[in-house]
């Protein structure tokens, strides 16, 4: 069971948008559409944001958007706001029944 | 309004066994298509999913610590546990406790609600 593979940072500026990348196999991301991504600003418990690649849970706004192309799963923000400065963390359910999560991503708003 | 609360040890030694427990409140542990797992994130690391289980009893356990997990439940409780055996320092994570909703009670990979976390060091 491998980590999904993250970018270890990104940044934009407020009002821009950001995508961040999570990686799998063939055994994970590029058989399952179930892809989740959270959020995490320090010193908090993750918050579900993306659920089954593309579908946000109630409450969440819609400038956040999931989307997957083969083994590969994006979570794109538009129009960044200060408030979404946080760590965001994929996963993955996979062909062993497991749960992989991503190395996760830094988000910083400049 | 469901909540999740941990509790359990912030100190174990290496060697021995950690206990944690999860009490639910405002709904029921016994609902189906939920399923209550384990996650943990070691200071200044990624998460890390050590194992989900159903009310019912059927477990999901992270390969990699498979050998040392333990997840039960106590319906009468509302509660459900974790116990990791044989612990080291590389286990001192925040540990916590989450729900996991699928409407075809099949999968446990995307958590909705999570409790607040608790620090687990190992050290003697």
């Known amino acids: 069971q491998s980590a999904l593979t993250q970018p270890p940072s990104v940044s934009g500026s407020p009002g821009q948008s950001v995508t961040i990348s999570c990686t799998g196999t063939?055994?994970?991301?590029?058989?399952?559409?179930?892809v989740s991504w959270y959020q995490q600003p320090p010193g908090t418990a993750p918050k579900l944001m993306i659920y089954e690649v593309s579908n946000r849970p109630s409450g969440v706004p819609d400038r956040f958007s999931g989307s997957k192309s083969g083994n590969t799963a994006s979570l794109t923000i538009s129009g960044l706001q200060a408030e979404d400065e946080a760590d965001y963390y994929c996963s993955s359910y996979t062909s062993s029944r497991d749960v992989v999560f991503g190395g996760g991503t830094k988000l910083t708003v400049l | 309004q469901l909540q999740l609360q941990e509790s359990g040890p912030g100190l174990v030694k290496p060697s021995e066994t950690l206990s944690l427990t999860c009490t639910v409140s405002?709904?029921?542990?016994?609902?189906?298509?939920?399923?209550w797992g384990w996650i943990r994130q070691p200071p200044g690391k990624g998460l890390e999913w050590i194992g989900s289980?159903?009310?019912?009893?059927?477990?999901y356990y992270n390969p990699s610590l498979k050998s040392r997990v333990t997840i039960s439940v106590d319906t009468s409780k509302n509660q459900f546990s974790l116990k990791l055996s044989s612990v080291t320092a590389a286990d001192t994570a925040v540990y916590y406790c989450a729900r996991s909703y699928d409407s075809s009670g099949y999968y446990y990979d995307a958590f909705d609600i999570w409790g607040q976390g608790t620090m687990v060091t190992v050290s003697s």
């Open positions: 405002g709904g029921s542990i016994s609902s189906s298509s939920y399923y």
């Open positions: 063939s055994s994970d991301v590029g058989s399952y559409n179930r």
């Open positions: 289980m159903y009310y019912s009893g059927s477990t």
